[in-house]
């Protein structure tokens, strides 16, 4: 029977193992520590509720990247992948979903408000007003993404846009003149340069945009004729060295893809909830 050998990095406790035909373990680490990307799903733009005033565009989900973050052979940790308006999680990290945007003014109410912004990951826009009070945009969590866009309130004001990873969204203006969602952030985690976690415009006379599945973004505001755009599914991604062993499981609630690229094993996360272990 071969004699065990360990290789210089020798760390029993991280060592997945490898058998020879000469019975000699080569040794196969867990990874000490993994680079990542958690993104929320976006929230959906406000309603239109009468007048020309349009709703607030919505926020995008919470948006968090490190490197560093340390895992351990044979202990689990939860990935949850945030639908729509949902958080996404990966262990400790929680990114938060993004904000609704706000209703436009309610015909016939009297004043004649817009609704403001619901905060999250980044804030909802603020509906448009016709001549009422300002709807604030929603707050953003620190560290996550930026606030949301007041709606005017001019004659048939506008919706502001929702806050973006990198950006606040811009205030609402005149009739139909929605504001610019917050700019969201590009990452080449996944092997490639991905923009992440834009926030949806303020509503305009033009067809609804919604977030792209797995990008976090959120979805433009309605207007008269038309609704508003639902926001983006959230996604998690993780690398690390691809000298280190595959992951040992992952339960079968999570859908994923497993890459090897410039040099890094990049799990990609798209859907589910359920219990990663090295």
């Known amino acids: 029977m071969g004699v065990l050998r360990f290789g210089q990095r020798e760390r029993p406790s991280t060592i997945v193992g490898q058998w020879f035909g000469d019975g000699w373990v080569a040794p196969v680490y867990a990874p000490p520590t993994i680079e ?3 993104v929320a799903g976006g929230a959906g ?14 926020g995008a989900g919470g948006y968090r990247t490190a490197t560093g973050f340390s895992v351990t052979a044979g202990v689990g940790f939860t ?11 990966m262990s400790s990290i929680t990114s938060n979903a993004g904000g609704a ?21 980044s804030g909802g826009g603020g509906g448009g007003s016709d001549g009422g009070a300002l709807a604030a945009g929603g707050a953003g969590t620190a560290g996550q993404g930026n606030n949301g866009g007041a ?5 048939n004001g506008s919706g502001g846009g929702g806050g973006g990873a990198s950006g606040v969204g811009s205030a609402g203006s005149t009739i139909y003149n929605g504001g610019n969602g917050g700019a969201g952030t590009a990452s080449s985690i996944s092997g490639s340069s991905v923009t992440y976690a834009a926030g949806g415009r303020g509503g305009r006379q033009v067809a609804a945009e919604s977030g792209g599945a797995n990008t976090g973004t959120g979805g433009s505001g309605a207007s008269l004729s038309y609704g ?35 040099g890094y094993k990049i799990y990609r996360f798209t859907a589910g909830t359920g219990t990663v272990t090295f």
């Open 36 to 38: 990542y990307l958690v």
């Open 101 to 121: 945007g706000g209703a436009g003014a309610l015909d016939p109410s009297t004043p004649r408000n817009g609704a403001a912004g619901a905060g999250g990951g």
């Open 151 to 155: 709606g005017s309130t001019s004659s």
């Open 45 to 58: 733009g406000g309603a239109y509720r009468g007048y020309a005033c349009t709703a607030g565009g919505g």
């Open 79 to 89: 990935v949850t992948v945030g639908g729509a308006g949902s958080n996404s999680v």
């Open 228 to 262: 508003a755009g639902s926001g983006g599914s959230g996604v998690v991604i993780f690398r690390y060295t691809d000298t280190y062993a595959d992951v040992a499981s992952i339960d079968v609630g999570l859908t994923y893809t497993l890459t090897v690229s410039g």
